[in-house]
T-cell receptor, first 113, second 116 residues
């Protein structure tokens, strides 16, 4: 079945460590996105990519980094510079032009211990 | 810029009650509009969408009509069930069908709890 797979579902990180969240899609979508969700709040855009080897900062990019070496993959690294990384992270993809909805993965819950 | 404003929650209803969750938007051009639903601990699922003015999106008994004159996309359901308890997000894509890829802009979400 086509879809978006995020892994792991739960992730624990010690303070000062970098950690990478995986996002893979087999929908042949051009655009991919990372959102952060905090309790009781909406989604805030971290980074997005419209094409392989290109990505742009979203609204809250500080302390995060991404890469887009393959169309199917858009990993997110939460660096030690992110002061409050505990959150629910959602990856999404969309076809882009003319097909506007985004499809979401199941999310990764990151907790700093 | 683009923005989406949803009615503040949480919303608590009894089973079989009528549901309305208000959503208004600000955007240039002709955006596409969406409602997404999020069940506890999961990602977002597309509930329904509308791509032009006066379109009505519908799915699983939920409906929303794209009203350009009032810049609104209110979600309605005639008779809610306990299983509808979730968080509902209104969203827009400002560049649907255009020459640029659009980024989704989300409202803050509305928590719905339905009691038996």
């Amino acid at each position: 079945d086509g879809g978006i797979t995020q892994s792991p579902k739960y992730l624990f990180r010690k303070e000062g460590q970098n950690v990478t969240l995986s996002c893979e899609q087999n929908l042949n979508h051009d655009a991919m996105y990372w959102y952060r969700q905090d309790p009781g709040q909406g989604l805030r855009l971290i980074y997005y990519s419209q094409i392989v080897n290109d990505f742009q900062k979203g609204d809250i990019a500080e302390g995060y980094s991404v890469s887009r070496e393959k169309k199917e993959s858009f990993p997110l690294t939460v660096t030690s510079a992110q002061k409050n990384p505990t959150a629910f992270y959602l990856c999404a993809s969309s076809m882009g032009r003319g097909l506007a909805e985004a499809f979401f993965g199941q999310g990764t819950r990151l907790t700093v211990v | 810029g683009n923005s989406v404003t949803q009615m503040e929650g949480p919303v608590t209803l009894s089973e079989e009650a009528f549901l309305t969750i208000n959503c208004t938007y600000t955007a240039t051009g002709y955006p596409s509009l969406f409602w997404y639903v999020q069940y506890p601990g999961e990602g977002l699922q597309l509930l329904l969408k509308a791509t032009k003015a006066d379109d009505k999106g519908s799915n699983k008994g939920f409906e929303a009509t794209y009203r350009k004159e009032t810049t609104s996309f209110h979600l309605e359901k005639g008779s809610v069930q306990v299983s509808d308890s979730a968080v509902y997000f209104c969203a827009l894509n400002p560049n649907a069908g255009g020459t640029s890829y659009g980024k989704l802009t989300f409202g803050q979400g509305t928590i719905l709890t339905v009691h038996p």
